[in-house]
């Protein structure tokens, strides 16, 4: 049967969730809200509007809409910035071998984040061009784990949901691509990712067999 690879980008191609940690501390400082790099790991694989709700909420304040709004748009403007300083030096280890190896044996591979910023963001680490379909934040309208960003990106790759391989990094996304039925493969912990159906700790530990076995099971 023809395979799908599907990637997430933020945890799973570039560690931009240093970035996020930096505006979003930011923006909650300004309001009187500490946060911690923990509250920034929940925020892995969440939108951006259910970012700043979840933040809102940790410190205990509300904003009229035209507040919610404008500190959003605040918040991408500073995340920008730190995008604006990536090259192709931050692509994750081993993600370049990955690809290359399903480009040899000729496998579709799409993207499939949450991100608004993806395009921008794959094309500062010279990466647009690798993937043969593109979906992201400004695609969907329901967030992970609703398995939506995944299923459309098997569409546009005219492979069978059940014969996609996910890799993701965030809990959510894991549940999102076991809800589409897809293979999913954790990359971080065993112990954050063990609903995968794989976990590694990063694409270092992945082979080339174990590419192949997915390629022709
Ligand atoms: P943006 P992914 C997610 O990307 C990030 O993990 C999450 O932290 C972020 O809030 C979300 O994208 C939205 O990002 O503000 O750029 O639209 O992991 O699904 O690739
Ligand atoms: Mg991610």
């Not at 709700?53 to 304040?61: D, E, P």
């Not at 509300?62 to 605040?74: C, Q, R, V």
């Not at 939506?148 to 546009?156: N, P």
Request: hydrophobic share 40%; aromatic share 8%.
């Amino acid at each position: 049967m023809k395979k799908g690879f599907i990637f997430d980008l933020d945890g799973v191609i570039v560690d931009t969730a240093k970035y996020h940690f930096l505006a979003w501390k930011k923006l909650a400082n300004g309001l009187g809200i500490d946060f911690t790099e923990e509250e920034n790991e929940q925020l892995k694989g969440v939108s951006r509007v259910r970012s700043l709700q979840k933040i809102l909420t940790w410190g205990n304040k509300s904003l009229s809409s035209e507040e919610f709004t404008d500190l959003m748009a605040k918040k991408n403007d500073d995340y920008l910035s730190y995008i604006d300083t990536m090259d192709e030096s931050e692509v994750l280890p081993d993600v370049h071998k990955v690809l290359d190896i399903l480009k040899r044996h000729k496998q579709p591979v799409a993207l499939g984040s949450a991100s608004k910023n993806a395009k921008p963001i794959l094309e500062k680490v010279n990466l647009l061009q690798d993937f043969n379909a593109i979906v992201d934040g400004n695609d969907v309208s329901r967030a992970k784990p609703d398995p939506e960003v995944f299923v459309t990106a098997s569409r546009l790759l005219g492979v069978d949901p059940k014969a996609c391989i996910v890799f993701e990094d965030s809990v959510a996304g894991v549940e999102a691509a076991n809800i589409a039925g897809m293979v999913s493969i954790g990359i971080g912990s065993e112990k954050v990712l063990g609903h995968a159906d794989y976990v590694f700790k990063d694409f270092t530990q992945i082979s080339e067999d174990f590419l192949n076995q997915l390629i022709n099971e």
